[in-house]
T-cell receptor, first 114, second 113 residues
Framework: EPEVTQTPSHQVTQMGQEVILRCVPISNHLYFYWYRQILGQKVEFLVSFYNNEISEKSEIFDDQFSVERPDGSNFTLKIRSTKLEDSAMYFC????????????FGSGTQLSVL | GENVEQHPSTLSVQEGDSAVIKCTYSDSASNYFPWYKQELGKGPQLIIDIRSNVGEKKDQRIAVTLNKTAKHFSLHITETQPEDSAVYFCAAPKTVNNNDMRFGAGTRLTVKP
């Protein structure tokens, strides 16, 4: 089965630094997402992206966050100035359609902000 | 917006027994209810989903039931095996026809051999 791939698997950064998390969604999918999971807690929606623009975003996705599809294959999440509370597992996901469809998740990037 | 509650938070069963996990949702207009399985170190993986025009869906040992009147849906795993041990999440869209999925808090299922 095709997979969503994420790099790196672990990222350690200092508070206040910028980080970029990278994802390669499944090639024929049109919708892309970022979710995060703080240790032991539920999976939380951050943002969805379609046709080169954000289609939905949650309260968590503030001005410190941005997403980009710089080329035909990559999808990135940037956190401009990391805070301690940004430490979490970040999952990229993609789907063929955007509504009521199976999400394919990557294995995640564990972000640790020190 | 949707609020999804999931119970129990942990569930331990003997191999071969059945396991049932329940979720409730708040928005009566919600129309899509997936279940995801998350194994250690991996992302969630869809195992089954149900849409609001059906009451039950089955796929081998896994079934999902939906009660729209009561606003709850349940995951049923029969003849459990050790490899079923994982964290299971239910989800529902934040609002109808919205791709912001709201997840339950998760159920850690342990199947003892």
């Amino acid at each position: 089965e095709p997979e969503v791939t994420q790099t790196p698997s672990h990222q350690v950064t200092q508070m206040g630094q910028e980080v970029i998390l990278r994802c390669v969604p499944i090639s024929n999918h049109l919708y892309f997402y970022w979710y995060r999971q703080i240790l032991g807690q539920k999976v939380e929606f951050l943002v969805s992206f379609y046709n080169n623009e954000i289609s939905e975003k949650s309260e968590i996705f503030d001005d410190q966050f941005s997403v980009e599809r710089p080329d035909g294959s990559n999808f990135t999440l940037k956190i401009r100035s990391t805070k301690l509370e940004d430490s979490a597992m970040y999952f990229c996901a993609s789907s063929w359609m955007g509504i009521n469809e199976k999400l394919f998740f990557g294995s995640g990037t564990q972000l640790s902000v020190l | 917006g949707e609020n999804v509650e999931q119970h129990p938070s942990t569930l331990s069963v003997q191999e071969g027994d059945s396991a049932v996990i329940k979720c409730t949702y708040s928005d009566s207009a919600s129309n899509y209810f997936p279940w995801y399985k998350q194994e250690l170190g991996k992302g969630p993986q869809l195992i089954i989903d149900i849409r609001s025009n059906v009451g039950e869906k089955k796929d081998q040992r896994i079934a999902v039931t939906l009660n729209k009147t009561a606003k709850h849906f349940s995951l049923h795993i029969t003849e459990t095996q050790p490899e079923d041990s994982a964290v299971y999440f239910c989800a529902a869209p934040k609002t109808v026809n919205n791709n912001d999925m709201r997840f339950g808090a998760g159920t850690r299922l342990t199947v003892k051999p």
